[in-house]
C-alpha cells in the first residue's frame, strides 16, 4: 500500500496536437490595390472627358447664339426684300399692260418708250434677285448631347452663320435697287396716264363731229385717270375706260361724218363750227334732215333742239338742209342762231320763265337778237317778238 500523501507529485501536460483532430490554420486575407498610376489615368480621362463636355456645350451655345442673332437680322431683311420684290413685280405687270396699247393718239411715243424702258429694267432686278429672296433661313436643330456632337453641330452652325451674312450683304444690295426700279416704273406710268389725260381734250377737238355720248364718256374717263396716283389694276382699268371712249368718239365720227356726206357736206360742216363759236363750253351735236319741225320744203327752213336741265353742257340740234343750201345767208345764220339759244340756256337756268313753250320760243329768239342776228328767221317770224326784259337778260347770257 502506498501512501498517497507520499506519492511523488507529477505535472499533467496536454499533448499539442490531439491525434485524430483537424488541424485549423488561419490565413490573413490581402486587399487588391490599384497602382496608382492607373488611378491618376482614370482621373485624367475623366476630367479631359468632362473638360470636353463642358467645352462643346459652352462653344455650341455661345455659336448657337451668334447664329440665332444672326437668323433674326437676315430673316428681317429678306421679308423686307421679299415684300418689295413682290410689289415691284405686281407694279410691272401692271405697268406693262400700259404699253403697247391702242391709244397712239392720245400717248407721245417718248412717254410710252419711257415706261417701256422702265419696265425691262424693273424685269432684269426682279430676275437678278430672284436666287436671292428665293433663300430659305436654316434651322437651328435640336442641341446634341456628346462633346463630339457638340463640336460637329457648331461647326456646322458657324458655317450656317456665314452664309446667313453673305445672304444679308446681297439682300441690302439688292434693296436699293429693287426700290428704284420700282420708282422708276411708277413714275414712267403715271407720266403716260397723266399725258393721255391731258391729251384727250385735244383728241377731242381733233374730231369734233363726233356724237355727244361718246364725246362725254372720254371726258369722264380722262378726269378719272388724271385723278390716278398708283400704278395698279384699277389704273389699267382707267387707261383701258379711256382707250375704248377714244375708239367711240372716232367711231360715231365716222358715222356722224358718212351720214353728212354729199354735195352740202361742206356747208353743214361750216355751220356747225358755227354753232360752236357762238356757244363756247356747250357740247353740240348736229343732226341733218329734209324736213324738220315740219319745214324745209320750197326754200323753208327748219330747226330742233333737244337740251337736258339734268344733264346740263350738251345738246342736239336738228336742221333742214335747207339750212346748209341757202349758207351762208343772214337768213340762215339768223334761224342757227336761234337754235344756239335753245342750247345755252342750259347755262341761263333762272334768267326767264323756262314754264311755258312760248316763253322758251321767246326766250332763244330773245338771245339771238343779243348776238346781233335780227332777221326775222331768229324767231320773230313764228314766234313774235320777244320782251325787252328778255333780250336784257339774255346778253348776259354767254
Given at each position: 500500500?502506498?501512501?498517497?500523501?507520499s506519492?511523488?507529485?507529477?505535472d499533467?501536460?496536454?499533448?499539442?496536437?490531439f491525434?485524430?483532430?483537424?488541424?485549423?490554420?488561419?490565413?490573413?486575407?490581402?486587399?487588391?490595390?490599384?497602382?496608382?498610376?492607373?488611378?491618376?489615368?482614370?482621373?485624367?480621362?475623366?476630367?479631359?472627358?468632362?473638360?470636353?463636355?463642358?467645352?462643346?456645350?459652352?462653344?455650341?451655345?455661345?455659336?448657337?447664339?451668334q447664329?440665332?442673332?444672326?437668323?433674326?437680322s437676315?430673316?428681317?431683311?429678306?421679308?423686307?426684300v421679299?415684300?418689295?420684290?413682290?410689289?415691284?413685280?405686281?407694279?410691272?405687270?401692271?405697268?406693262?399692260?400700259?404699253?403697247?396699247?391702242d391709244?397712239?393718239?392720245?400717248?407721245?411715243?417718248?412717254?410710252?418708250?419711257?415706261?417701256?424702258?422702265?419696265?425691262?429694267e424693273?424685269q432684269?432686278?426682279?430676275s437678278?434677285?430672284?436666287?436671292?429672296v428665293?433663300t430659305?433661313?436654316?434651322?437651328?436643330?435640336?442641341k446634341?448631347g456628346?462633346?463630339w456632337?457638340?463640336?460637329?453641330?457648331s461647326?456646322?452652325?458657324?458655317?450656317?452663320?456665314?452664309?446667313?451674312?453673305?445672304?444679308?450683304?446681297?439682300l441690302e444690295?439688292?434693296?436699293?435697287l429693287?426700290?428704284?426700279?420700282?420708282?422708276a416704273?411708277?413714275?414712267a406710268?403715271?407720266?403716260?396716264?397723266?399725258?393721255?389725260?391731258?391729251?384727250?381734250?385735244?383728241?377731242?377737238?381733233?374730231?369734233?363731229?363726233?356724237?355727244?355720248?361718246?364725246?362725254?364718256a372720254?371726258?369722264?374717263?380722262?378726269?378719272?385717270l388724271?385723278?390716278?396716283?398708283?400704278i395698279?389694276?384699277?389704273a389699267?382699268?382707267?387707261?383701258?375706260?379711256?382707250?375704248?371712249?377714244?375708239?367711240?368718239?372716232?367711231?360715231?365720227?365716222?358715222?356722224?361724218?358718212a351720214?353728212?356726206?354729199?354735195?352740202?357736206?361742206?356747208?353743214?360742216?361750216?355751220?356747225?363750227?358755227?354753232?360752236?363759236?357762238?356757244?363756247?363750253?356747250?357740247?353740240?351735236?348736229?343732226?341733218?334732215?329734209?324736213?324738220?319741225?315740219?319745214?324745209?320744203?320750197?326754200?323753208?327752213?327748219?330747226?330742233?333742239?333737244?337740251w337736258?336741265?339734268?344733264t346740263?353742257?350738251?345738246?342736239?340740234?336738228e336742221?333742214?338742209?335747207?339750212?346748209?343750201?341757202?349758207?351762208?345767208?343772214?337768213?340762215?345764220?339768223?334761224?342757227?342762231?336761234?337754235?344756239?339759244?335753245?342750247?345755252?340756256?342750259?347755262k341761263?337756268?333762272?334768267?326767264?320763265?323756262?314754264s311755258?313753250?312760248d316763253?322758251?320760243?321767246k326766250?332763244?329768239t330773245?338771245?339771238a337778237i343779243?348776238?346781233?342776228?335780227?332777221?326775222?328767221?331768229?324767231?320773230?317770224?313764228?314766234?313774235?317778238?320777244?320782251?325787252?326784259s328778255?333780250?336784257?337778260?339774255?346778253a348776259g347770257?354767254r
Amino acid at each position: 500500500m502506498v501512501d498517497p500523501n507520499s506519492a511523488p507529485h507529477g505535472d499533467h501536460t496536454l499533448p499539442s496536437r490531439f491525434s485524430g483532430a483537424s488541424q485549423i490554420v488561419r490565413t490573413a486575407r490581402r486587399r487588391r490595390r490599384w497602382p496608382v498610376a492607373a488611378v491618376l489615368a482614370v482621373l485624367i480621362v475623366g476630367g479631359v472627358f468632362a473638360g470636353l463636355q463642358l467645352a462643346g456645350n459652352l462653344g455650341y451655345d455661345d455659336t448657337a447664339e451668334q447664329f440665332s442673332t444672326q437668323a433674326d437680322s437676315t430673316r428681317s431683311m429678306l421679308l423686307e426684300v421679299r415684300g418689295s420684290t413682290t410689289e415691284l413685280s405686281t407694279l410691272n405687270d401692271a405697268a406693262t399692260q400700259l404699253v403697247g396699247g391702242d391709244a397712239s393718239d392720245l400717248v407721245p411715243a417718248e412717254t410710252e418708250d419711257a415706261l417701256t424702258t422702265a419696265t425691262g429694267e424693273a424685269q432684269s432686278v426682279l430676275s437678278e434677285a430672284a436666287d436671292v429672296v428665293d433663300t430659305e433661313i436654316p434651322e437651328q436643330g435640336e442641341k446634341p448631347g456628346w462633346f463630339w456632337e457638340l463640336f460637329a453641330a457648331s461647326d456646322h452652325l458657324s458655317e450656317d452663320r456665314e452664309d446667313l451674312a453673305a445672304l444679308e450683304d446681297d439682300l441690302e444690295e439688292a434693296s436699293p435697287l429693287v426700290e428704284k426700279a420700282g420708282s422708276a416704273v411708277s413714275d414712267a406710268g403715271l407720266a403716260l396716264l397723266s399725258s393721255a389725260a391731258t391729251a384727250a381734250s385735244s383728241f377731242e377737238a381733233a374730231h369734233i363731229s363726233a356724237k355727244n355720248d361718246a364725246v362725254i364718256a372720254l371726258r369722264e374717263s380722262a378726269t378719272d385717270l388724271a385723278g390716278v396716283t398708283t400704278i395698279d389694276q384699277d389704273a389699267v382699268a382707267s387707261f383701258a375706260d379711256l382707250q375704248d371712249a377714244a375708239a367711240q368718239v372716232i367711231s360715231s365720227e365716222q358715222v356722224e361724218l358718212a351720214e353728212k356726206a354729199g354735195p352740202l357736206l361742206e356747208n353743214r360742216l361750216a355751220i356747225e363750227a358755227f354753232a360752236r363759236s357762238l356757244a363756247p363750253g356747250v357740247l353740240l351735236e348736229f343732226d341733218w334732215n329734209r324736213i324738220v319741225n315740219g319745214v324745209g320744203d320750197n326754200g323753208s327752213m327748219g330747226g330742233l333742239t333737244t337740251w337736258w336741265w339734268s344733264t346740263p353742257g350738251h345738246a342736239v340740234i336738228e336742221l333742214s338742209n335747207s339750212v346748209a343750201e341757202q349758207w351762208p345767208s343772214i337768213t340762215s345764220k339768223s334761224l342757227v342762231a336761234h337754235e344756239v339759244g335753245h342750247a345755252i340756256s342750259v347755262k341761263c337756268q333762272g334768267m326767264y320763265d323756262a314754264s311755258t313753250q312760248d316763253s322758251i320760243e321767246k326766250w332763244a329768239t330773245a338771245w339771238a337778237i343779243s348776238m346781233g342776228y335780227t332777221d326775222d328767221a331768229n324767231g320773230v317770224w313764228a314766234y313774235g317778238y320777244p320782251p325787252q326784259s328778255y333780250i336784257d337778260a339774255a346778253a348776259g347770257c354767254r
